[in-house]
């Protein structure tokens, strides 16, 4: 019988508690930290212990759990090197997701969709009705208005919304779409 390596962590659950000598507080290392709500992987510990140039103290093991116990500045300069960088990760990608969103309902981008739409769909109707045997409209100005219409269903409701804020209403894009269909 083969055991997975993930299911040998979860047999052998191994962590690493990280002690303040003085007051006593944790910081706790796991491998499934992320579920169980420690503070960062096991393998993690170490070298942040061994970047850090931390020393312990003392060290106990109870079970599959070992205790490590350093001095309070220490312990401090563990807490800002875990907690800090998570809170800065986090910052950076709430500003990245920010400045995609920001590019995305940038209404220039959102007029040059809207425009590039309107070509490809007025060059669509004109070669599907190059040959003149197909009914509907006789030429391109006739359809231009029914056809404005559809662009509403490119964009997300956040989009269309910039857009019809921008030319005022939902004619003002109509118009501005046809006029791109030349």
């Known amino acids: 019988m ?15 508690d990280i002690v303040n000598r003085e007051t006593g507080e944790l910081l706790v290392f796991e491998d499934d930290w992320e579920t ?5 992987p096991e393998a993690a510990a170490r070298d942040i212990m061994k970047r850090l140039r931390i020393t312990q103290l003392g ?7 070992e205790s490590i ?4 500045e220490d312990w401090a300069l563990m807490d ?20 995609k969103e920001r ?14 739409w309107g070509q490809d769909a007025g060059d669509d109707w004109k070669s599907d ?5 197909l009914p509907g409209y006789p030429d391109l100005e006739g359809a231009a208005f029914d056809l404005a219409r559809n662009v509403k269903y490119e964009f997300a409701e956040d989009e269309w919304d910039e857009l019809v804020w921008e030319f005022e209403d939902e004619e003002g894009v109509y118009e501005f779409v046809m006029g791109s269909m030349g």
């Open 69 to 72: 116990e350093i001095t309070p």
């Open 2 to 16: 083969k055991i997975t390596e993930r299911q040998l962590r979860k047999i052998i659950k191994e962590g690493i």
């Open 80 to 99: 800002v090197e875990i907690h800090g960088k998570r809170q800065h990760r986090r910052r950076k990608k709430m500003e990245h997701e920010y400045k």
């Open 36 to 40: 169980e709500g420690s503070h960062a």
């Open 103 to 116: 590019e995305r309902l940038n209404i220039d981008t959102l007029k040059d969709r809207a425009s590039q």
């Open 59 to 65: 060290s106990e093991i109870d079970g599959d759990i």
């Open 129 to 133: 009705h190059e040959s003149g045997n």
